[in-house]
């Protein structure tokens, strides 16, 4: 599972000229999720997400958390964080996990977060959305389950 976080002032989802999803300042996750991931992937990346303290403290060091920020988080579904470029010139998707289970592991980050007290707003799963966001910082973190160490 691959995440990719970056810290904004705003962030919103258009689909079909409505907004489903937005929020003030907080973290953009767009996530993806891969062939074999397990709820072990699922719960690195989350955790990694709310521990991450990435939020200016009263000296402005980079030292609180989403929690403690009282942040939110707006959560994208980004199967093309798993498009390989390394033959060819269309990007291959081969890896990214298969449209049903990932619409399933999707839901489950987006509970697993709000169970952790964080408040989430959403894309919507296989939509053609519109992302627009302003980066803090910028400040923009790649997460992934399995490199770990």
Not at 35 to 63: C, E, H, P, S, W
Not at 119 to 127: C, E, K, N, P, S
Not at 137 to 144: A, E, Q
């Amino acid at each position: 599972m691959r995440a990719v976080v970056q810290r904004v002032t705003e962030a919103r989802v258009v689909v079909n000229d409505e907004i489903i999803g937005a929020i003030g300042p907080g973290l953009l996750v767009l996530l993806g999720c891969e062939q074999g991931d397990t709820d072990d992937d699922l719960n690195y990346i989350v955790a990694k997400t709310i521990a991450m303290r990435v939020f200016g403290d009263n000296d402005g060091k980079m030292n609180l958390s989403v929690l403690e920020r009282g942040a939110q988080v707006l959560l994208v579904s980004q199967f093309t964080l798993f498009g390989d470029m390394r033959k060819g010139r269309r990007p291959s998707f081969t890896q990214a996990m298969e449209p049903g289970a990932a619409r399933a592991m999707y839901d489950r980050a987006i509970q697993c977060f709000m169970s952790e007290g964080v408040r989430v707003a959403t894309g919507q799963f296989a939509a053609d959305m519109k992302v627009s966001l302003t980066n803090d910082g910028p400040v923009t973190i790649l997460l992934d389950s399995r490199r770990t160490f």
